[in-house]
């Protein structure tokens, strides 16, 4: 990753969180005086204790998002099926859904996207903007008992995003 964010830059879609808004917040936490070490493997590069002994009173240690919990179930390694952290890392910093850079994303006519989460709402979202005609969330309760933020619901729905729930 080139930039700062993690995540918060390459994951979560600008039209969720603006790039400005980002860097905005980053630049607010260097003056005051946060200091940001960027391709460091702790215990490799640098150890706890160095840095202890470098005279930090606190460490954080953010070592960015979780793995995909797949679902198990045959075909969830053919072409075409990503997990959402795949998905919109190759749109937000691979620039897949754009021609003119060697990283593809197929896009086809319909997707579906199977979850509930503000993860989910986010893969659905962008892929409408990449292309796709139809989008579907698919997911296995009621609305009531969708894990996204309401708002996310809405706006997904807003923008035409289909859900197919219990």
């Known amino acids: 990753m080139h930039a700062l964010g993690g995540v918060l830059r390459y994951g979560i879609p600008p039209f969720r969180l603006p790039r400005t808004v980002l860097d905005r917040e980053l630049d607010a936490l260097k003056k005051m005086g946060v200091v940001f070490h960027k391709n460091v493997i702790v215990g490799k590069s640098i150890t706890l204790k160095q840095l202890e002994e470098d005279g930090y009173d606190a460490i954080f240690i953010c070592s960015g998002a979780g793995l995909p919990k797949m679902l198990g179930v045959a075909g969830e390694n053919l072409n075409g099926v990503y ?33 509930g989460g503000n993860v989910a709402m986010d893969a659905a979202r962008t892929a409408l903007r990449a292309g796709f005609e139809e989008v579907s969330i698919v997911y296995r309760r009621t609305e009531a008992e969708l894990p996204a933020r309401k708002e996310e619901v809405r706006h997904a729905k807003e923008e035409g995003v289909i859900f197919k729930l219990l």
Not at 86 to 112: I, S
């Open 83 to 115: 997990s959402a952290n795949e998905f919109l890392t190759r749109v937000n910093l691979m620039h897949a859904n754009d021609e003119k850079y060697p990283t593809p994303l197929r896009v086809g006519k319909k997707a579906a996207i199977i979850g």
